[in-house]
């Protein structure tokens, strides 16, 4: 199985800092690796997929970079509305799998 | 309107089994496969399964290999997710999601989760 790790757990930021975001591979998923956003009491949303690509509706302040086993997501300059748990998930291989989340919180 | 409605919470002893409906609307329910996804209270997202809605095929985390089974109905558009023999740990939000494409399995639109608690 891919194991997915995060980091940092936390990021700890205030609004219009740049947040950068981590998720590394246990082994090459290519670019096979998607990025999630979820609120609290909330399904995740698609953000990116395929390491890069911006999914319907999704600002442009968010961007998706990567590949093999290292990538990032980052949010440009942080909106009220950012502030959330982030996971990556890869589609390489089965079983599919999520990496454990950051939390991204207004300091 | 492009949806997933799952069906409500579940109280349950343990031991027994729960099964969770999701039902599709306003797309083809046969040209995207479909996940279950759970989540435990203040913990993160674990991947179950994955259905083929064309052909049936499935895969299962293996975790959770002969404990679970994941079926649709295409004539009611519905997926289910039955879970055997649950324990606490079972206790969880449990949430149906949909592929992207047939062949890219990321998740564009999600159900909004069925709450299953699992207690003596």
């Known amino acids: 199985e891919i194991v997915l790790t995060q980091s940092p757990a936390t990021l700890s930021l205030s609004p219009g800092e740049r947040a950068t975001l981590s998720c590394r591979a246990s082994q090459s998923v290519n670019y096979f690796l998607a990025w999630y956003q979820q609120k609290p009491g909330q399904a995740p949303r698609l953000l990116i997929d395929?390491?890069?690509n911006r999914a319907a509706g999704i600002p442009a302040r968010f961007s998706g970079s990567g590949s093999g086993t290292d990538f990032t997501l980052t949010i440009s300059s942080l909106e009220p509305e950012d502030f959330a748990v982030y996971y990556c998930q890869q589609r390489s291989d089965w079983p599919l799998t999520f990496g454990g989340g950051t939390k991204v919180e207004i300091k | 309107q492009v949806q997933l409605v799952q069906s409500g919470a579940e109280v349950k002893k343990p031991g027994a089994s729960v099964k969770v409906s999701c039902k599709a609307s306003?797309?083809?329910?046969?040209?995207?496969?479909i996940s279950w996804v759970r989540q435990a209270p203040g913990q993160g997202l674990e991947w179950m399964g994955w259905i083929s809605v064309y052909n049936g095929n499935t895969f299962y985390a293996q975790k959770l290999q002969g404990r679970v089974t994941l079926t649709t109905d295409t004539s009611t558009s519905t997926a289910y997710m039955e879970l055997r023999n649950l324990r606490s740990d079972d206790t969880a939000v449990y949430y149906c999601?949909?592929?992207?494409?047939?062949?890219?399995?990321?998740?564009?639109?999600w159900g909004r989760g069925t709450l299953v608690s699992v207690s003596s």
């Open positions: 395929d390491a890069s």
């Open positions: 306003g797309y083809t329910f046969t040209n995207y496969g």
């Open positions: 999601a949909r592929d992207v494409t047939s062949h890219r399995r990321y998740f564009d639109l």
